[in-house]
């Protein structure tokens, strides 16, 4: 058997991108997703944003799996993607807080017999959560590992980051408990926030805001935000008032 040093090499895998994108509701998140390439969406019970969207004309028929309304259905469904020989271009999972509440509620229905106070003590539960959630997205890792995109949708909120040497400020993230999301950020090649361009003026001492229908995405980290990328970005892409343009410029910028 050869050693380890003389296996060392240069040489890349081809794999899929891992990537999460968040936003506000309306800004187009799912509507963008379905025109990523050869999607497939895996859509937790209560995001009926697919079906909507299918039914006004806005998006083309999109493949998607049964509405997942478990955690083990769940874990199920993208276990039998990975066995399978079909490879897709893009996984979409619609939204990131729906699929960590059906997680966290298999957790305190299986561990703690239902009741959310033993659950929440002690942080138990939710670090309990954590480990299902990291077997979670080490099997969106083997479906990257096939040559899938897996692209994570989520909601957004405004949270206070406690800053070890300046003043504690806010700033806008994905919504999710932080055991779950501080997994997710480490999983995640890419972090990406849409929004919509917009303009603050002052009159009379008020701020007020004027926006546009042009979508705008933020792809770096900075005080205000939490993202990055691994392609060398620009700070931020505008993306067009289309959901079509949008997914054009993505797929460009992450090699889609």
């Not at 980051?161 to 999710?176: C, L």
């Not at 926030?193 to 303009?199: A, D, K, S, T, Y």
């Amino acid at each position: 058997m050869s050693s380890f040093l003389e296996r060392i090499t240069t040489a890349t895998t081809t794999r899929g991108e891992k990537t999460v994108i968040s936003g506000g509701e309306g800004v187009g998140k799912t509507s963008t997703a379905a025109h990523f390439p050869d999607p497939v969406f895996l859509v937790a019970a209560g995001e009926d944003s697919l079906g909507i969207l299918h039914e006004a004309g806005q998006i083309p028929a999109t493949p998607a799996f049964p509405p997942m309304d478990n955690w083990l259905d769940t874990c199920r469904a993208l276990d039998e993607l990975l066995e399978s020989d079909k490879v897709p271009g893009t996984l979409v999972l619609d939204a990131l807080d729906g699929f960590e509440a059906l997680a966290s509620e298999h957790i305190k229905d299986t561990k703690y017999g239902g009741n959310r106070q033993k659950f929440e003590q002690f942080f138990n539960g939710w670090t309990e959560t954590a480990d299902s959630w990291r077997s979670f997205l080490h099997v969106l890792n083997m479906i990257a590992d096939k040559g899938t995109n897996v692209i994570i949708l989520a909601h957004i909120e405004v949270k206070k980051m406690k800053s070890p040497d300046t003043i504690d400020y806010d700033r806008w993230q994905p919504a999710a408990n932080r055991y779950i999301w501080a997994l997710t950020a480490r999983w995640s090649d890419n972090i990406l926030q849409l929004g919509c361009v917009q303009n603050i003026e002052e009159t009379n001492g008020k701020a007020k805001a004027h926006g546009t229908s042009d979508r705008i995405m933020y792809t770096s980290i900075n005080p205000a935000r939490v993202c990055k990328n691994r392609h060398g970005m620009e700070e931020q892409y505008l993306l067009g008032s289309s959901a079509e343009a949008a997914a054009k410029v993505i797929t460009g910028t992450l090699n889609l």
